[in-house]
T-cell receptor, first 116, second 112 residues
Framework: AQKITQTQPGMFVQEKEAVTLDCTYD???????LFWYKQPSSGEMIFLIY??????QNATEGRYSLNFQKARKSANLVISASQLGDSAMYFC?????????????FGKGTMLLVSP | KAGVTQTPRYLIKTRGQQVTLSCSPI?????VSWYQQTPGQGLQFLFE???????NKGNFPGRFSGRQFSNSRSEMNVSTLELGDSALYLC???????????FGSGTRLTVV
């Protein structure tokens, strides 16, 4: 079984500052993928960044980077230079990579509010 | 390139009725997964279809069912609706081999 834990129900950050959203996971699968999604109030889940468990380098996508610490089973999302449009719910998710199944397990999410 | 299309966007149904939700994946994507999102339970996996076959199923009662057509479009059906079925239902499509997932905007179902 897989489990994702996001301990921060809400985070506040000022525009242009960096923010880290925490995510820890638990799995017995040797190979897995970690995802971060953004969900604005409209409801759509927007893919942000992906990290494979065997990737040597931390993933980066523009202002998003994933701080992957495998030994600690953590996959924190770092957003640099926050923008007002970053205000949304953020979900960490994972799936096993060897099973052939596409099931994502999600955390409870973190609500990020960016203030001017 | 068109994204994942879910219809309808909003639905209001009465307890005991049934409902059918539709999801059209990205062209070329053969896997379609369905998730239920509620404030209390968060995002929960319903089922996944790949090439018209149900490949995986979450822990939901038999009132929840789905299918996938030869063009990869998928439908999910909920029969005998209960108040607790009120949720945002999200559909995600992928190529099916462990790649990224693209979600639709969801169908918000309200059961009264």
């Amino acid at each position: 079984a897989q489990k994702i834990t996001q301990t921060q129900p809400g985070m506040f950050v000022q525009e242009k500052e960096a923010v880290t959203l925490d995510c820890t996971y638990d799995t017995s699968d040797p190979s897995y993928g970690l995802f971060w999604y953004k969900q604005p109030s409209s409801g759509e889940m927007i893919f942000l960044i992906y990290q494979g468990s065997y990737d040597q380098q931390n993933a980066t996508e523009g202002r998003y980077s994933l701080n992957f610490q495998k030994a600690r089973k953590s996959a924190n999302l770092v957003i640099s230079a926050s923008q007002l449009g970053d205000s949304a719910m953020y979900f960490c998710a994972m799936r096993p990579m060897n099973s052939g199944y596409s099931t994502l397990t999600f955390g409870k999410g973190t609500m990020l509010l960016v203030s001017p | 390139k068109a994204g994942v299309t879910q219809t309808p966007r909003y639905l209001i149904k009465t307890r005991g009725q049934q409902v059918t939700l539709s999801c059209s994946p990205i062209s070329g994507h053969r896997s379609v997964s369905w998730y239920q999102q509620t404030p209390g339970q968060g995002l929960q996996f319903l089922f996944e279809y790949f090439s018209e076959t149900q490949r995986n199923k979450g822990n939901f009662p038999g009132r929840f069912s789905g299918r996938q057509f030869s063009n990869s479009r998928s439908e999910m059906n909920v029969s005998t609706l209960e108040l607790g079925d009120s949720a945002l239902y999200l559909c995600a499509s992928s190529l099916g081999g462990g790649d990224g997932y693209t979600f639709g905007s969801g169908t918000r179902l309200t059961v009264v």
